[in-house]
T-cell receptor
């Protein structure tokens, strides 16, 4: 039972390159999220998916696209990377709403540097 | 803008002392959650307190919520070196899928 996994762990890109960050979960949760965390700051929501087939913008969606491939997988794509996208990216899932455990479960993160 | 503001931004105490972190939020919430982040790792959920609760305990953790002041505090008693981490509050809203995270408090426990 791996929980939430992310690949890759580290990535260095040049400005203008593209890449996809992968996230997979085996927790059978409907909701999945992508956040970015910059030094000294909390997490900012990029995109989320409440269920398979749906995606919605978060606080900072510009420069990113997402795909909810199936219930398990939620990918984040940078089409043309910029230095401002240098950050640590976290994927998370959410336990079902309304219960006592309405919480999020996080992956280990992907550290991305854009030169 | 961020929903949660945390105070202090950094806290350094001796092992065995108690650590208190505060979180303020702006709009009405359904619940307030606290997460811990060890260096270089993802966030781990610690405790959730609902808007109709005033205090909650979990092991050495005590969380309070004052909805009239729109604030919450996290108390870690008898701190240990392993408690060294960043702690984040997150606001949850009725019917909403999203959490809004504060900027975090960086806690250092000195042996």
């Amino acid at each position: 039972n791996a929980g939430v996994t992310q690949t890759p762990k580290f990535q260095v890109l040049k400005t203008g390159q593209s890449m996809t960050l992968q996230c997979a979960q085996d927790m059978n949760h409907n909701s999945m999220y992508w956040y970015r965390q910059d030094p000294g700051m909390g997490l900012r929501l990029i995109y989320y998916s409440a269920s398979e087939g749906t995606t919605d913008k978060g606080e900072v969606p510009n420069g990113y696209n997402v795909s909810r491939l199936n219930k398990r997988e939620f990918s984040l794509r940078l089409e043309s990377a910029a230095p401002s996208q240098t950050s640590v990216y976290f994927c998370a899932t959410r336990s079902p709403a309304g219960g006592a455990t309405d919480t999020q479960y996080f992956g280990p993160g992907t550290r991305l540097t854009v030169l | 803008s961020q929903q949660g503001e945390e105070d202090p931004q950094a806290l350094s105490i001796q092992e065995g002392e108690n650590a208190t972190m505060n979180c303020s939020y702006k709009t009405s919430i359904n619940n307030l959650q606290w997460y811990r982040q060890n260096s270089g790792r993802g966030l781990v959920h610690l405790i959730l307190i609902r808007s109709n609760e005033r205090e909650k305990h979990s092991g050495r953790l005590r969380v309070t919520l004052d909805t009239s002041k729109k604030s919450s505090s996290l108390l870690i008693t008898a701190s240990r070196a392993a408690d060294t981490a960043s702690y984040f509050c997150a606001s949850g809203f009725q019917g909403a899928q999203k959490l809004v995270f504060g900027q975090g408090t960086r806690l250092t426990i000195n042996p």
